[in-house]
C-alpha cells in the first residue's frame, strides 16, 4: 500500500497534522502552496469569499499525479464552512479514478462537516473513494497539541490498519 499525504496550510494546523501523519504512517508528504498571498485580516477575509464562491487560486505544484499511489489522504483548513481555494483548485486537476481517500480538515470552532461534505462531492465525481475522515478543533491549540490530537485520533480510527493491506 503506497500511501501520500497531500495538504494545503496557511498557518501551520494542518502541516502539523500532514507532517504527523506521514511519520506515523511512512506516507509521501505533499505540500500544495497558494500563490496568492493570504496573509493580514483583509486578505483573511477575501479568502473566506474566495472559499465561499469556490475561487480558483494559483498553486504550486500545479496538479499531482497519483498514479503511483493506492491511498490519499487530503487536507485542509476549514475556510468558511468550505475547503480552501487551494485544495478545491487541486481537487479540479487531479484524477481520483480508482484512488482511496481520506479526508481530514482542521478549524478553529465549527464548519469542518461543511468542508469534508464538499470535498467528498468532487472528488466522488472524479472517481475517488472516501473511505474515512476526520476534524480537528484548533483554537487555543499550540501546535505540539494539534500533534497529540493527530496521534490520538490515529489510533482511534485505526488508520494503520489500511497500510496493512
Ligand atoms: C479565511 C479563514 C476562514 C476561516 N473560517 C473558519 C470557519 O469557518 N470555521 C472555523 O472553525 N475556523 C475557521 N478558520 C480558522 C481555521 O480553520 C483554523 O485556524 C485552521 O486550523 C487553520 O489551519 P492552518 O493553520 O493549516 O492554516 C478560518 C481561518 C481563515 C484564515
Known amino acids: 500500500m503506497k500511501t501520500c499525504v497531500i495538504y494545503y496550510s496557511r498557518s501551520g494546523n494542518t502541516a502539523m497534522v500532514a507532517r504527523t501523519l506521514a511519520e506515523e504512517l511512512d506516507a509521501d508528504l505533499i505540500e500544495i502552496r497558494d500563490l496568492d498571498d493570504r496573509k493580514g485580516f483583509m486578505s483573511s477575509f477575501r479568502s473566506s469569499i474566495d472559499?465561499?464562491?469556490e475561487s480558483k487560486t494559483p498553486i504550486k505544484p500545479e496538479k499531482v499525479d497519483l498514479s503511483g499511489y493506492d491511498?490519499?489522504?487530503l487536507g485542509t483548513p476549514t475556510w468558511?464552512?468550505?475547503p480552501a481555494p487551494a485544495i478545491i483548485t487541486l481537487i479540479d486537476r487531479v484524477d481520483f479514478l480508482g484512488k482511496d481517500?481520506?479526508?481530514?480538515?482542521?478549524?478553529s470552532r465549527q464548519g469542518g462537516e461543511g468542508a469534508i461534505e464538499r470535498m467528498a462531492e468532487k472528488i466522488g465525481a472524479r472517481g475517488?473513494?472516501?473511505i474515512n475522515f476526520f476534524i480537528q478543533k484548533t483554537a487555543?491549540?499550540?501546535l505540539i497539541q494539534v500533534r497529540e490530537d493527530t496521534l490520538r485520533i490515529i489510533n482511534e480510527k485505526d488508520l494503520k490498519i489500511y497500510e496493512a493491506r
Not at 101 to 107: H, Y
Request: hydrophobic share 50%; aromatic share 10%.
Open 51 to 53: 472559499a465561499l464562491r
Open 71 to 73: 491511498l490519499v489522504y
Open 80 to 82: 468558511a464552512g468550505k
Open 101 to 107: 481517500v481520506i479526508l481530514f480538515t482542521t478549524m
Open 128 to 130: 475517488g473513494r472516501i
Open 140 to 142: 487555543g491549540k499550540e
